[in-house]
């Protein structure tokens, strides 16, 4: 079975600065997604990124982009230039084939001024 | 946007109540999934189904039933709640299935839910 890990269970970030959330992953599977989802305070889930597992590029999306590390099952989250409105939880997220969804435990993002 | 909208944002029951929690789609999706979120765990799937009537248990589905009578509904029934299903739950959607990028699940702001 698929197991995803997020070994930081808090983080925080200054304001402008740049942070980075860890996820490693477990799978046998070769063709597979990776997400990253933001749950804010109002408790609505919002995808923040996607990379597909047989794209060596990194994914990015204006200030958040991932370091995606097939061989080392690794896929960390970088968030530039942090805003107030970044503090959230962040979940790590698996899917193989099928439409199951395997989440990391999270990790709350605080975001100082 | 995709919308998946959750009837209730909280809800407090008593132990061996019978429990609906009501998730409601308008893109048309397919897939329709429950999640009980806790701290420290994540969130664990406890039952999702591909079509009308089509069910299939999760990693927990130990307590719960489901119903899918209409493609855009999909209800989570408790059948005798008990303090440890105190929880948030979440409902999600998405399209087909398989491995393509098309299929993201969009989820609804969920209902945590406190049985006493």
């Known amino acids: 079975a698929q197991t995803v890990t997020q070994s930081q269970p808090e983080m925080s970030v200054q304001e402008a600065e740049t942070v980075t959330l860890s996820c490693t992953y477990d799978?046998?599977?070769?063709?597979?997604?990776l997400f990253w989802y933001k749950q804010p305070p109002s408790r609505q889930m919002i995808l923040v990124i996607r990379?597909?597992?047989?794209?060596?590029q990194n994914a990015t999306e204006n200030r958040f982009s991932v370091n995606f590390q097939k061989a080392a099952k690794s896929f960390s989250l970088k968030i530039s230039d942090s805003q107030l409105g970044d503090a959230a939880m962040y979940f790590c997220?698996?899917?193989?084939?099928?439409?199951?969804?395997?989440f990391g435990a999270g990790t709350i993002l605080r975001v100082k001024s | 946007d995709v919308k998946v909208t959750q009837s209730s944002r909280y809800l407090v029951k008593r132990t061996g109540e019978k429990v609906f929690l009501e998730c409601v789609q308008d893109?048309?999706?397919?897939?329709m999934f429950w999640y009980r979120q806790d701290p420290g765990l994540g969130l664990r799937l406890i039952y999702f189904?591909?079509?009308?009537?089509?069910?299939e248990k999760g990693d927990i589905p130990e307590g719960y039933s489901v119903s899918r009578e209409k493609k855009e509904r999909f209800s989570l029934i408790l059948e005798s709640a008990s303090t440890n299903q105190t929880s948030m739950y979440l409902c999600?959607?998405?399209?087909?299935?398989?491995?393509?990028?098309?299929?993201?699940?969009?989820f609804g702001a969920g209902t945590r839910l406190s049985v006493l």
């Open positions: 999600a959607s998405s399209l087909l299935s398989g491995i393509g990028g098309k299929n993201i699940q969009y």
């Open positions: 799978t046998s599977e070769s063709d597979y997604y």
């Open positions: 990379q597909e597992a047989y794209k060596q």
């Open positions: 997220a698996y899917r193989g084939y099928g439409n199951k969804l395997v």
């Open positions: 893109m048309d999706h397919e897939n």
């Open positions: 189904s591909y079509d009308v009537k089509m069910k």
